[in-house]
C-alpha cells in the first residue's frame, strides 16, 4: 500500500506545479486586503503579519523556486542553510524597497523571479554545468534570487498608498508574517520530498519534475512579459 502511494507521490507533484503555475499568474491582493491597507492607519501588527503569511503561502512563485532549492538537499542543516540565504535576501530588499520607495516595474520583477524558477529546474538536472562548463556557487544564486523575490514582495505592497503611519512596525509585521507562510509551505514541501525520497521512483522522476519546474517558469516569464508590452 505505501509503494502505490509512493509511486502516486510524482504525478501528484507534476500536477501540483502545473496548476501553481497558472494560479501564479494572479496570487495578487484581494479587494479586502486592498481595502485594509489603503484605509488603515498605525501600527497593525498581526493583521500585517497575516497579510505577509497569506501572500506567501498564495505566492507559489515562490514557492516553486523553494521546491528547487531542496530538491536535492538530503540534510537538514543544508535546508536551513539554503532557506535562511534565501530568507535574507527577500527580508533586505522587502524592507529597503518599501521604505526607500525603490520603484521597480512589478511585470519586470516578477519575469525575474519566473526565471530564477527555471533556473533552479535548469540547474537541478545539470544544465549550467554543461552550457557553461562550471556550476555557479549555487548559495550565491540563491541569495541573488532572494534579493529578487524581495523586490517582488515589495512591489505587491507599493502599489497601495499605505499611510506612513506606523509603516516601519507594518513592514516588519509583514515580513515576520512571510517567513511564517513561508515556513507552512516549506514544511510541506519538505515533508512529501522526504516521503517521496524513499521510493525508487524518485531518482526516476527527479529529471521530469525539474523539467517541470523549467517548463512553469518559462510560463511565468512569458506571461509577465507579455504583460509589460501590453502596458506600454
Known amino acids: 500500500m505505501l509503494k502505490r502511494y509512493h509511486s502516486l507521490l510524482p504525478a501528484l507533484l507534476g500536477l501540483f506545479a502545473a496548476i501553481l503555475s ?9 479587494d479586502n486586503t486592498r481595502a485594509f491597507l489603503q484605509n488603515n492607519a498605525g501600527v497593525q501588527f498581526v493583521p500585517f503579519m497575516y497579510i505577509g503569511a497569506k501572500h506567501m503561502i ?10 528547487g532549492v531542496v530538491f536535492f538537499l538530503y540534510r537538514s542543516k543544508d535546508v536551513v542553510l539554503y532557506v535562511s540565504l534565501f530568507t535574507l535576501g527577500h527580508s533586505l530588499t522587502l524592507l529597503t524597497g518599501v521604505l526607500a520607495n525603490i520603484q521597480i516595474n512589478a511585470y519586470l520583477i516578477d519575469a525575474i523571479i519566473g526565471l530564477s524558477v527555471f533556473y533552479k529546474g535548469f540547474d537541478n538536472l545539470g544544465g549550467l554545468r554543461r552550457l557553461l562548463g562550471f556550476q555557479p556557487d549555487t548559495r550565491a544564486m540563491v541569495l541573488v534570487f532572494g534579493l529578487f523575490h524581495g523586490f517582488g514582495l515589495a512591489t505587491k505592497l507599493q502599489e497601495f498608498a499605505i499611510p506612513q503611519q506606523g509603516l516601519l512596525a507594518n513592514i516588519i509585521a509583514f515580513n515576520v508574517g512571510v517567513e511564517i507562510g513561508q ?9 512529501l520530498l522526504a516521503a517521496w525520497r524513499s521510493s525508487p521512483s ?22 509577465q512579459l507579455t504583460g509589460f508590452v501590453v502596458a506600454q
Open 22 to 30: 497558472q494560479c501564479a499568474l494572479g496570487h495578487g491582493v484581494d
Open 58 to 67: 498564495t505566492g507559489y512563485d515562490h514557492i516553486l523556486f523553494l521546491v
Open 183 to 191: 515556513f507552512m509551505a516549506l514544511a510541506v514541501v519538505v515533508l
Open 202 to 223: 524518485y531518482k526516476r522522476f527527479a529529471t521530469v519534475t525539474n523539467t517541470l519546474l523549467m517548463a512553469c517558469g518559462v510560463m511565468m516569464v512569458g506571461y
